[in-house]
């Protein structure tokens, strides 16, 4: 599998987007620099060129007794921002969605390694920050504040990290880039119900985030998985998808102590009709077999005619077997991730 160097920036020059793999993460997604144009050839609209890019911010923390998602999502008829917190031991889910229209609440940085992403509403405030630590190292942070709860979250790349970095091509006129990690420790502190807990104190915990942005499919669906944690005394970090990323190559991939091995097309077999079914994942390379069994999930769905979405994640714990090319396998128990279903029109 081929990497190249990441160009400074997305989009170059001549207003195209630069494809494949790259060996590091892209400074800054200039996206609507893109020389966008409809599926027919001709130039796109003012409104067009608005409406159709969208993108979308994820941070995530697995651990033994705790799970925290919280997503950010411009679609620019509507922002969207959601969090929650499940207690593995009491089964506890505590959830919350916030829509902004227009995403005039929502203000989304273009660079996954420097800037702050921010949802700003009434007594709700989240923010994701990217910069460098003073000893160079790439930082991605996560701070909620609602009424009687206060995060703060972080995770670093450890030196050599190497995130998943793609861009591909997405319908004749799209393109969507992906940056991902995971496998990595997370930090902070979480204060709520007048008591704090360590994240850093966490049994078994990792962190994931998920900077995507793009001319994406106008109607998309896609299935994702994500698991971050320790396991046999190593970190290890999964991100498989099933319906984004594929033209040409996908987002495939797995970590062991930060080390990035790619990973083939993934099928993804459950009952759509009942998802509180277990789920198996395989990999066509072989690398990947593993079951997912649901504990919970967080679900949003709204349909408004020209924008629609049908979305669920799953959170719960894997079972199996990574088999990593010329290394020994490694066998995952009751190990926390997520999955998810999504359907958009948008």
């Known amino acids: ?11 170059g020059a001549d ?3 630069r494809l494949g793999l790259f060996t590091d993460t892209l400074a800054r997604i200039n996206g609507r620099d893109h020389d966008y144009h409809t599926p027919m050839g001709r ?14 911010q994820y941070f995530g923390v697995l651990s033994d007794s705790l799970l925290i998602g919280c997503a950010l999502a411009d679609t ?4 969207i921002a959601f969090f929650y917190l499940y207690d593995t031991a009491s089964g506890e889910l505590s959830e ?4 902004s229209p227009l995403a005039r609440a929502l203000t989304l940085s273009d660079s996954p390694t420097q800037g702050e992403s921010r949802f700003q509403q009434r007594n709700v405030s989240i923010h994701m920050g990217y910069r460098a630590t003073p000893d160079g190292q790439r930082e ?20 050599g990290y190497a995130p998943m970095s793609i861009c591909t091509r ?6 969507t880039y992906a940056n991902k990690v995971a496998g990595v420790p997370v930090a902070g502190v979480l204060r709520r119900h007048g008591r704090e807990q360590d994240l850093s104190r966490l049994q078994r915990a990792g962190a994931h985030h998920d900077f995507s942005a793009g001319y994406m499919r106008r109607e998309t669906f896609w299935n994702w998985a994500c698991l ?22 996908t987002e495939n991939c797995l970590w062991l102590d930060d080390q990035l091995i790619k990973v083939e097309g993934v099928d993804f077999d459950y009952h759509p009709r009942d998802l509180d079914q277990p789920w198996r994942l395989r990999s066509h390379c072989g690398q990947i077999d593993l079951t997912f069994t649901p504990r919970g999930r967080h679900r949003e769905r709204l349909n408004a005619g020209l924008f629609a979405s049908n979305f669920q994640q799953l959170f719960g714990h894997f079972e199996g077997h990574i088999r990593p090319h010329h290394q020994a396998a490694i066998a995952v128990r009751d190990l926390h991730g997520f999955v998810e279903e999504q359907y958009a029109k948008w």
């Open 76 to 79: 620019a008829y509507l922002g």
């Open 43 to 56: 130039p796109a609209s003012r409104f067009a060129r608005h409406f159709h890019y969208k993108q979308f």
């Open 96 to 99: 919350y969605t916030w829509r």
């Open 1 to 11: 599998m081929h990497f190249d160097p990441p160009p400074e920036t997305v989009i």
């Open 228 to 249: 971050s944690g320790q396991i046999e005394g190593r970190r290890l970090g999964v991100n498989l998808s099933c319906g984004v990323n594929e033209t040409s190559v």
């Open 140 to 159: 991605k942070s996560l701070a909620v504040a609602l009424p009687g709860l206060d995060l703060q979250a972080s995770l670093i790349e450890p030196p």
């Open 15 to 17: 207003g195209r987007p």
């Open 170 to 175: 997405t319908g004749i006129n799209g393109w």
